[in-house]
């Protein structure tokens, strides 16, 4: 079965809004990383947070080893943050990661 | 700057043909990565690599060779496509500790 979920499939809000995605796995992880994908575009790594809380600019990332789920919030969205979120588990050391389908993020102006 | 270039960007190949897709990386990365993304099933790990001249299968192997000449040059090799195999591919390099970078990725259309 799918080892990370990511969850909403879809989400649209109006600029300035908050975002919450979510993202279960079924395996251990060594590692969690969430990664932004822009329409057609590349993957950039945001965030990597295995366990606890960690912030970067308007993004925090909190991810609860033993329930096996991490979340990403967005504050104060803006147009430019549209894109796909990807979640990324790794079960060895070392990083071949397992993605999920990613959320897809809309925001209007 | 840190970058992982993919060659061609675009592809078009026939059915039972060979394709090889090419991957370049600057930043001295001991492992390097190919992914294949599809619509509902993300990106999924074809094979890898921890340095020059080895080679590992991912989660979806089949179909698919992979080379790994030196540090810099990653290759994706299809012997024979088929059009299961038409996808956008990635390419990324990354260190022992960090998060992997990729490239701008490589559509192929299999006709």
């Known amino acids: 079965g799918q080892q990370v979920q990511q969850s909403p499939a879809s989400l649209v809000l109006q600029e300035g809004e908050n975002a919450e995605l979510q993202c279960n796995f079924s395996?251990?992880?060594?590692?969690l990383q969430w990664f932004y994908q822009s329409p057609g575009g590349s993957l950039v790594s945001l965030l990597s947070?295995?366990?606890g809380t960690k912030h970067t600019g308007r993004l925090t990332s909190t991810t609860v080893t033993k329930e096996r789920r991490s979340s990403l919030h967005i504050s104060s969205s803006q147009t430019t943050d549209s894109g796909t979120y990807l979640c990324?588990?790794?079960?060895?050391?070392?990083?071949?990661?397992?993605f999920g389908t990613g959320t897809s993020l809309l925001v209007d102006p | 700057e840190a970058a992982v270039t993919q060659s061609p960007r675009n592809k078009v190949a026939v059915t039972g043909g060979k394709v090889t897709l090419s991957c370049n990386q600057t930043n001295n990365h001991n492992n390097m990565y190919w992914y294949r993304q599809d619509t509902g099933h993300g990106l999924r790990l074809i094979h890898y690599?921890?340095?020059?001249?080895?080679?590992e299968k991912g989660d979806i192997p089949d179909g698919y060779k992979a080379s790994r000449p030196s540090q810099e040059n990653f290759s994706l090799i299809l012997e024979l496509a088929t059009p299961s195999q038409t996808s956008v591919y990635f390419c990324a390099s990354g260190g022992q500790n960090q998060a992997p970078l990729f490239g701008e990725g490589t559509r192929l259309s299999v006709l």
């Open positions: 690599s921890y340095g020059a001249g080895s080679t």
């Open positions: 990324a588990i790794d079960r060895n050391m070392g990083y071949k990661l397992t």
């Open positions: 395996s251990t992880a060594t590692q």
């Open positions: 947070n295995p366990s």
